[in-house]
């Protein structure tokens, strides 16, 4: 069964300065996670997203096509990753979720891919 | 019910009426060519084909038949010796932390145990249509995010097992003193959970709280035959016929509970059976330990520091110390707002007040009781000592 990985962190004034010591560690646990998955044969794709405040928002309501410059729903926690991978059942994605620094500080939403046949 | 969950790859909805369809058909059949040599083994071969024939029917639609089929499993029969492990898979499954825990003792209740919705949602005081609803979100939830049917494996089970134990003791819980309807007492429930219980104990006999939970059925069901009267009312312990205990029951819980805490790690369902122990080695109700079982609820707060079991503290102290003692533990219990609304503080309060012959307060602590709607067959034991009390007010 497919799952998707949905990586919420830390807001972005608490997250680690980039190039400091605590991301570089962070960074390193993220890249060891992937490549466990990727050895396991369960990781489909992965990748880190670019913050929040390079988001934009696009809605169309009546007939008028609107941009926000921003994500879609304003949440404490940023959007910050994703991976999509192939598992046997929820534990074994469960347990995969939970080697994904993101749970450490922020959270990790395994959501299975709804199957249309082609 | 178990195994045809297993058969069809865990899909509860889909199992439960291959499982009706089959039995219906069973009724029909069986009334005209007999009833068959091994009926558990016509019934899964039935309900699985009626399953598979449903699969086939909506795959055509979805073209997932192959998948669908992969999933399946062997065609053979499974040996009758596959029940206990099945058993214990379903409920894994139904207490699986990513299921609401609200949900997982209705789902146990219905998929394990059998109950009607109608049955479950008068058992937790909700509507049918909400428990229905409720029970269905729970059954797509297990089929659409590939929650599993199994035993988890040696990393996850000491996780998982403190929630299984606790919707065990809460299926036996709702079966020794129903929440709902005018029974009192649901054998089928607590035979449910005892089984449960003694599978538990079987896969895993290193764990000293899973014997202690089913020391704790085992001695508190001893007790079934004498705990209500000819009408159906509740007779509280202290009152009962011990002879109408079983006398089996107990030596099995004692031997259990015994080995247990000898294993020197001990919780809270052994501390709740050790102090069950108590009252079932006392041969009648003066002899009872009350110094020990307050002590073993003193130990007992260290795992579960909750008002309720200061409350049995409390009412143990009064027994060994008279009830002024008792008293006052169960005053300063009685501040928590929490507690306000649970009617057991209030007829403990009474008791001790009716002992303490301070009766006003008494009636008005029954009277309190009363209003808070406590199970029917607890009214009627209420009521009269109601009468008692305001008699030579």
Not at chain 2, 228 to 250: F, N
């Amino acid at each position: 069964m497919k799952y998707l990985f949905v990586l919420y962190d830390r807001p972005e004034g608490e997250s680690p300065e980039p190039g400091s010591d605590e991301w570089m560690e962070t960074l390193g646990a993220y890249q060891a996670a992937d490549a466990a998955m990727v050895e396991a044969g369960v990781m489909i794709d992965c990748a880190p997203l670019q913050s929040v405040e390079t988001a934009t928002t696009v809605r169309i309501r009546n007939g008028e096509t609107l941009l926000t410059d921003g994500p879609a729903a304003e949440i404490k926690e940023q959007l910050g990753g994703y991976a999509l991978v192939d598992c046997a059942n929820l534990d074994e994605a469960l347990k995969w979720a939970a080697t994904i620094p993101a749970v450490l500080h922020g959270s990790v939403e395994v959501r299975p891919i709804l199957e249309i046949p082609s | 019910m178990a195994t045809v969950t297993r058969l069809v790859g865990g899909d509860l909805g889909l199992a439960e009426d291959a499982v009706q369809d089959a039995c219906a058909a069973a009724l029909g059949r069986w009334a005209a060519t007999g009833v068959p040599s091994n009926p558990r083994a016509w019934l899964v071969s039935v309900a699985r084909n009626k399953a598979l024939d449903r699969i086939r029917r909506e795959s055509r639609r979805l073209d997932k038949e192959t998948a669908a089929m992969r999933d399946l499993g062997p065609p053979e029969l499974p040996p009758a010796a596959r029940t206990g492990d099945d058993e214990l898979g379903l409920i894994f499954m139904c207490c699986h932390p990513a299921l609401d825990a609200q949900v997982r003792v209705p789902l146990t209740l219905r998929s394990v145990c059998g109950l009607t919705t109608a049955e479950i949602a008068s058992a937790f005081l909700v509507p049918e249509p909400t428990m229905a609803k409720r029970l269905l979100r729970a059954k797509h939830k297990i089929r659409d995010a590939g929650i599993p049917f199994r035993v988890p494996d040696r990393d996850d089970l000491a996780d998982r097992l403190a929630g299984v134990l606790r919707v065990v003791y809460l299926v036996f819980t709702e079966g020794h003193m129903a929440t709902g309807g005018e029974v009192l007492v649901r054998g089928e429930l607590c035979e449910a959970a005892i089984r449960l219980a003694r599978a538990l104990a079987e896969l895993l006999p290193d764990e000293p709280e899973v014997s202690g939970l089913l020391a704790l059925l085992l001695l508190t069901d001893a007790r079934r035959a004498a705990r209500t009267d000819a009408r159906g009312d509740l007779v509280v312990l202290e009152e009962q016929d011990r002879r109408r205990w079983d006398p089996s029951l107990i030596a099995e819980g004692e031997a259990l509970v015994t080995e247990a805490l000898r294993q020197g790690r001990p919780g809270p369902y052994q501390l709740h059976a050790a102090i069950a122990a108590c009252h079932s080695t006392a041969p009648s109700a003066a002899h009872t330990d009350w110094r020990q079982i307050a002590a073993l609820y003193g130990e007992l707060l260290r795992y579960e520091p909750s008002p309720v079991v200061e409350a049995n503290r409390a009412v143990a102290v009064a027994m060994a110390e008279g009830p002024a003692a008792g008293l006052v533990i169960l005053d300063t219990v009685a501040a928590h707002p929490q507690l306000q609304r649970w009617p057991q503080l209030h007829v403990a309060r009474a008791e001790l007040l009716r002992r303490l012959e301070r009766r006003a307060e008494a009636a008005e602590a029954y009277r309190l009781a009363l209003q808070l709607e406590p199970p029917a067959p607890e009214r009627a034991f209420i009521h009269r000592r109601l009468a008692e009390v305001a008699a030579t007010g």
